[in-house]
Nanobody, 114 residues
Framework: QVQLVESGGGLVQAGGSLRLSCAAS????????MAWYRQAPGKQRELVAT???????DYADFVKGRFTISRDNTKNTVYLQMNSLNAEDTAVYYC????????RGQGTQVTVSS
């Protein structure tokens, strides 16, 4: 199994930045793809960004140019640098990791005040 622990969420003003981290443990060395999802109140969960073990990235259109996903395989950690935040980015952000199955962390709250 894989355990994921997110950190770095918080309250930020519109236009500000936050950096989320997700540390993996357990069978972390076998993780292939990793991803960030988010879920705002009353809305469905949506994919934010993905990254393969080799570093290939993909982004949802609504974060392109503002968010950057990266990973450090030596630390089994994935990051999400979020810039130019706006109120619509307010959500719980979840880290996902694909090993034999998809695993999800407990989430970290991001609140952007306008």
């Amino acid at each position: 199994q894989v355990q994921l622990v997110e950190s770095g969420g918080g309250l930020v003003q519109a236009g500000g930045s936050l950096r989320l981290s997700c540390a993996a443990s357990g069978r972390a060395v076998s993780i292939n793809a990793m991803a960030w999802y988010r879920q705002a109140p009353g809305k469905q969960r949506e994919l934010v960004a993905t990254i393969t073990r080799g570093g290939t990235t993909d982004y949802a259109d609504f974060v392109k140019g503002r968010f950057t996903i990266s990973r450090d395989n030596t630390k089994n950690t994935v990051y999400l640098q979020m810039n130019s935040l706006n109120a619509e980015d307010t959500a719980v952000y979840y880290c996902h990791a694909l090993e034999r199955l998809w695993y999800r962390g407990q989430g970290t709250q991001v609140t952007v005040s306008s």
